[in-house]
């Protein structure tokens, strides 16, 4: 008799593989953790893409109301103290400047800004900001 041998998939979260990788970056180059509800931003102020004026008006109007938890990665060297002014104003938030962009090395190399959502310790989902996706975030964000 011939046997057929058979896999069940279980489903998987999409972001299983980040998670592990950005809590690795937090206990190693940030000595913090991730927290439940947390927002991360990756800016990445050295592409020509990103932290434009318009992406930095974007989250302060969006996020100013916000009261979750909101940690800034400004990953490289460029435009650092002005983001940090700006970023820092908001409620509940921390500026970790990564000027050797580590964060890269983590498996987040992104041209554009990103905001990534923490939900119980997990990804949740990892968004671009871009001008397309303005939209999308104030409509998800905007209290």
Known sequence: MLGMPFATCQPTDQYQENTTYLKRY????????LDDN????????????????????LINEVFRE???????????????EFLEAQFSLLP????????L????????LHVSDV???????????IET???DNFRKIKRKYKK
């Open 129 to 131: 900001i871009v001008e």
């Open 101 to 108: 962009r580590q964060i890269d090395r983590y498996g987040f």
């Open 38 to 57: 947390q927002l991360i931003f990756i800016m990445q102020p050295g592409s020509c893409s990103a932290c434009s004026t318009e992406a930095t008006t």
């Open 92 to 99: 509940n938030s921390t500026v970790i400047i990564d000027s």
């Open 66 to 80: 916000h009261n979750g938890t909101k940690t800034f990665i400004l990953n490289g060297n460029e435009k650092t």
């Open 115 to 125: 905001i990534i959502e923490i939900k119980d310790q997990k990804i949740a989902s």
């Open 26 to 33: 937090f206990q190693e180059v940030s000595k913090g953790k």
